[in-house]
């Protein structure tokens, strides 16, 4: 709607490329302008990311696009599969004391922690902008963004452990 009522000002989307890759789906120059702010886009241009993208093409050649949810996923299965290695074992207690130790792992968007008060992890963060053909021009990266505001409001560093669990719903009010 806004290229085609003439407004051309710098417009914002959180799910347009690094969820939706609408830049891939859309003709252009239809998101031109576009900016947005992921841990992961396909476009990363590092070497590893690179390879990383071959070798998913290789296994995976129907995919439209990588996105930052299926790199998230592909993450978590690498992290599971480094904690069952390091336990020694697939018990889950045991396998959550591993991933709760602090675990980082080297991924095609940078080292990634995982921070053991919020299960969540470090991340790079990556300023990306469309451009009128829609490809991607990466602007800014934002190195190793820790969960620093998660962790100020919902520590998970409690009483609480996996034998006896100790459950409260969190809402910001």
């Not at 070798?55 to 599971?80: A, C, M, W």
Request: with cysteine.
């Amino acid at each position: 709607q806004a290229e085609s009522s003439g407004l051309n000002k710098p417009m914002a989307s959180t799910v347009s490329i690094g969820s939706a890759y609408e830049h891939i789906t859309v003709d252009p120059p239809a998101l031109e302008n576009m900016h947005t702010a992921w841990n992961y886009m396909e476009e990363i241009p590092t070497d590893q990311n690179e390879d990383f993208v071959s070798r998913y093409r290789d296994q995976f050649p129907e995919t439209e696009y990588i996105n930052q949810h299926g790199f998230s996923h592909y993450v978590s299965y690498k992290l599971y599969e480094m904690a069952v290695e390091e336990a020694g074992t697939v018990e889950m207690s045991e396998v959550n004391n591993v991933l709760e130790s602090g675990l980082s792992i080297s991924t095609a968007a940078g080292e990634l922690s995982l921070d053991p008060a919020t299960h969540h992890l470090s991340h790079n963060i990556y300023l990306a902008e469309v451009g009128e053909d829609h490809s991607i021009n990466f602007l800014d990266t934002t190195e190793s963004v820790e969960p620093e505001w998660l962790r100020e409001r919902c520590s998970l560093d409690s009483e609480s452990t996996w034998e006896d669990p100790v459950s409260e719903f969190y809402t910001d009010v």
